[in-house]
C-alpha cells in the first residue's frame, strides 16, 4: 500500500531523516513513537509531499511519488503527483480547520474544489461523515464554538470525506485534555476495526499497544525497532522503550 526506501531529509546541516524506510500494507495501522525532534512529524510531511526528500523513494499503491534517478530524487510530475496525493489523507495536532467556515462548509468546500462533487453529493458525504464521528448537531456551527476534542473530530471527518487510500495523523491528541484524548481516540479506534489503513504518530502508548498492528520507534532520524504492537511494547519490550517510556 505505501513503502518508502532509503529517506533522507535535512533542514540546512540538521539531518533530520537518515535512511528512514517503512512498509504499510492495506488495512493495516502503524503507530510511530519517538521522542520530540526524532523526526517523526518530518516524516509523515514526507510521505504527504509537504516536504520533499533529498533522497530515497516512495510508492502508493504501487505508484511511485519519488524515485531516485542518478543518485537524485526525481518526483512525479504535478498532475500525476497531484492525483497520487489525493490517496494519502492527514490530520495535523492542531486541526487546521477553515476558521470562518460552518462544519458542513468545512467539509464540502475540499470536496468541491479538490474533487469537484457537486453541492448534494458533498453534502451527503458531509453528513455521513460527521454522524461518523458523532457530531451530526455541530454541522452548522462554527469552529470556536467546538472543543478541540470535537474540532479533531471534525478534522477527521474532514480527512475522510476525501476518501483517502492511507490515513495520517500527527499527534492528533497532544493538544487535548485526558477527557477530549479519548472521545478522539474513539474514533480512531472505530475507523481500525473498518480495517482502514492508518499511520498515527503518537504519544499515548496504551492506544498503540491496543490499536496498531505495528509500531515503530524512531530516534534521532532512524528507525531503532519496527514489529508488532506486542513485540515492541509488550512485556517483552526494550530497554530502549522502556527509557522512552520513562520506565
Ligand atoms: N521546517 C523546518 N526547518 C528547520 N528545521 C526543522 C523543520 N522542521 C523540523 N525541523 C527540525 O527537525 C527535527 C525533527 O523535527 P520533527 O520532524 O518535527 O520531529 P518530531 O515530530 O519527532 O518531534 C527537529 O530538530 C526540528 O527542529
Ligand atoms: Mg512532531
Known amino acids: 500500500m505505501l513503502e518508502a526506501t532509503h529517506i ?5 546541516d540538521t539531518r533530520v531523516l537518515k535512511d528512514v524506510s517503512l512498509r504499510v500494507s492495506r488495512g493495516e495501522v502503524v503507530a510511530i513513537i519517538g521522542r520530540s525532534g526524532s523526526g517523526k512529524s518530518t516524516l509523515l510531511r514526507c510521505l504527504n509531499d509537504l516536504e520533499t526528500v533529498d533522497g530515497g523513494e516512495i510508492r502508493i499503491g504501487g505508484q511511485a511519488l519519488v524515485t531516485m ?6 518526483y512525479k510530475k504535478d498532475g500525476e503527483r497531484r492525483a497520487l496525493m489525493l490517496k494519502m489523507g492527514m490530520v495535523f495536532q492542531s486541526y487546521h480547520l477553515f476558521p470562518h467556515c460552518s ?9 468541491k ?13 458531509a453528513r455521513d461523515l460527521l454522524a461518523k464521528v458523532g457530531l451530526s448537531d455541530k454541522a ?30 500527527d499527534e ?16 480512531i479506534r472505530r475507523l481500525a476495526q473498518e480495517k482502514r489503513t492508518m499511520i498515527v504518530v503518537t504519544h499515548e502508548m496504551r492506544f498503540a499497544r491496543d490499536v496498531a498492528d505495528r509500531v515503530i520507534y524512531m530516534e ?15 512485556d517483552h519490550r526494550s530497554d530502549a522503550i522502556r527509557a522512552f517510556a520513562g520506565e
Do not use: H, W
Request: proline letters at 7%.
Open 69 to 74: 534517478q542518478a543518485g537524485q530524487p526525481v
Open 103 to 111: 462544519v458542513l462548509r468545512n467539509l464540502t468546500m475540499p470536496q
Open 8 to 12: 533522507r531529509k535535512s533542514f540546512g
Open 172 to 187: 492528533p491528541t497532544s493538544a487535548l485534555d485526558p477527557q477530549l484524548t479519548q472521545e478522539v481516540l474513539g474514533v
Open 113 to 125: 474544489l479538490v474533487l469537484g462533487r457537486g453541492d448534494g453529493e458533498a453534502e451527503a458525504k
Open 220 to 234: 534521532d532520524g532512524v528507525v531503532v525497532q519496527d514489529g508488532p504492537a506486542q513485540e515492541v511494547l509488550g
Open 140 to 169: 452548522g456551527a462554527y469552529p470556536c464554538q467546538l472543543s478541540g476534542g470535537q474540532c479533531q473530530r471534525v478534522a477527521i471527518a474532514r480527512a475522510l470525506c476525501m476518501d483517502p487510500d492511507i490515513l495520517c495523523f
